[in-house]
């Protein structure tokens, strides 16, 4: 339903941290895969702030991430982007979707769903206005498939492992899926590096790109560093925030974290340079989770 990205369409990648706490090692490995994969094929890396979920942003971790970013001499490309500047945009977008009959309201509450991980079209044909309800976007029962650049060949069916997915929530607040999907479109993103954790998203927003017509994009999911009980590094696990006062360590750790060729102390700036020099994407390890600990 769109066009493809041909072989020879430039390289444009992206870092898209969220603000609802602040950085720490899991998103500096994701920061570092992404860059120097980008970098090491002449191509763009762009950063965007993804802060649609307005309430649930951390005080300050918004300028941790500048912090960092700084910090780790990283060189972007273009301006930062913030969603939540951006939100009539998707709403734009949800009209469109609209226009081609792809989304409905839903009236149903945490509550009503109960435990059912499969949302199972109950507001589909009731056809209540879309003010003050979630908006649903409807899903086919036919597979999606991808290949990602790490972990392999992926299929996905969302008829039977989620249903017909909330786009818009009932307080208003947009979805990550539309935000990062439109995005990644505005900002002709070709390709997309991120952690093993939200694989399992991918198949929503190649649907949703589908719908909109959108080119499809390249995958890499990365594994996940880990703590010492066996927890993803997470703001939510209390997962350590970056210090930038230890930049080159930190940028060293991540480095070695990623299985790649040895680089020594230095500036961050000519550690990254070195780094995107002997890249090589095919040392990083194959599975969902990295073998050691990183605290």
């Known amino acids: 339903m769109g066009v493809s990205h041909s072989e020879n369409t430039p390289y444009r990648g992206r870092f898209a941290p969220s603000p609802t706490g602040p950085l720490h090692f899991g998103s500096l490995i994701t920061a570092v895969a992404s860059y120097c994969e980008a970098k090491s094929r002449y191509g763009k890396w762009f950063v965007r702030i993804e802060d649609t979920d307005i309430p649930r942003i951390y005080p300050g971790s918004e300028t941790h991430i ?63 206005a879309l003010e003050n309800q979630a908006i649903r976007v409807k899903v086919n029962d036919q597979p999606i498939e991808f290949i990602d650049a790490l972990q392999g060949n992926q299929t996905a069916n969302l008829a039977h492992e989620l249903g017909d997915f909330v786009l818009k929530r009932r307080d208003g607040i947009i ?72 930049a080159s360590q930190l940028l060293q750790q991540a480095l070695i974290a990623l299985k790649q060729p040895f680089v020594e102390l230095d500036r961050p700036t000519i550690m990254l340079q070195q780094a995107i020099s002997q890249w090589q994407k095919d040392l990083i390890p194959k599975q969902n989770t990295l073998p050691d600990i990183y605290l």
């Open 66 to 128: 500048l912090q960092c970013l700084d910090a780790f001499e990283f060189e972007i490309d273009g301006q930062i982007f913030f969603q939540k500047d951006r939100l009539h945009i998707y709403n734009d977008v949800l009209h469109k979707l609209q226009q081609k009959n792809y989304i409905y309201a839903c009236q149903c509450t945490r509550k009503m769903l109960g435990s059912n991980a499969i949302y199972q079209g109950t507001c589909k044909t009731l056809d209540l």
């Open 175 to 246: 979805n990550y899926q539309l935000a990062v999907v439109v995005d990644d479109y505005l900002q002709d993103i070709t390709h997309v590096v991120r952690g093993a954790d939200l694989l399992d998203n991918t198949a929503r927003q190649i649907w949703l790109g589908q719908l909109l017509g959108y080119p499809p994009l390249k995958y890499m999911h990365l594994p996940l560093a880990m703590n010492d009980q066996g927890q993803k590094l997470s703001k939510q696990n209390m997962a350590q925030a970056l210090d930038p006062s230890n």
